[in-house]
């Protein structure tokens, strides 16, 4: 299953400073401390979720690095990401055979079949003895999904933004959930990027009392305001 670590970031302070070069004029300074109304200012971008905007731009500038372990059924969806950079992997090509003949660690993931694994040895073992094409085009073609390996990543913070509120709710719960909590965890992450969404997500549950009344209501945009009156208008016809 997913497995990540050695995260390191940079770029948070930096980024948050470069908001101002919209509006500056001369030479510009992105190395200085940032202040409370900065910060103010970048949670408001960050927390934009409209459609075909560009406010929160910055983020892209907050840089994340990470080793991350990975199965193989995992890595399509992966790799959709465009913004989301592979540095350099476990190869299939150079090392499979040592990989699969390391005794010290179990390259398959829990759900991978004691069956599976046995033909993959065996497999292994046929191209061991010659390593033919056709004996390596076998072994790598008859790789399980759960198949794992690692690999170095290098994204930031708007690419994690987007992963995140597409994947927190993916059918692939032990992957994309984990990914998505190491996201959440990421400093301040979750203010800078998420905070916004994930009050809108609770309002939309709370539809069985006027949601106007609520302090959250006053703070969702017009598209999602509509979404929570729709529903609780739903709750008062189902009553009748």
Known sequence: MICITNTEMLGLDRAINAISNSYSVGEI????????KQLTVAKMLGNNLDEHQSHDAYLKGIIVQFDIKYPQYWTPEFQRYHFMDIIMSQSTMHSLSKILDDDSHDPYNKYVTEESKKQIRELLNKYLEDKSYENFIKLRSNLPAGFELWETVTTNYLQLKTIWIQRHHHKLKEDWGTFCNWIE??????????????????????FTTDPRTTEEYAQMDDKNKLIVLNRYIDHLIGKK
Do not use: M, S, V
């Open 185 to 206: 965890n990421l400093p301040k992450f979750r203010e800078l990027c998420i905070e916004k969404y994930i009050l809108n997500e609770e309002a939309k549950k709370a």
């Open 29 to 36: 300074d992105t190395t200085k401390p940032i202040t409370e």
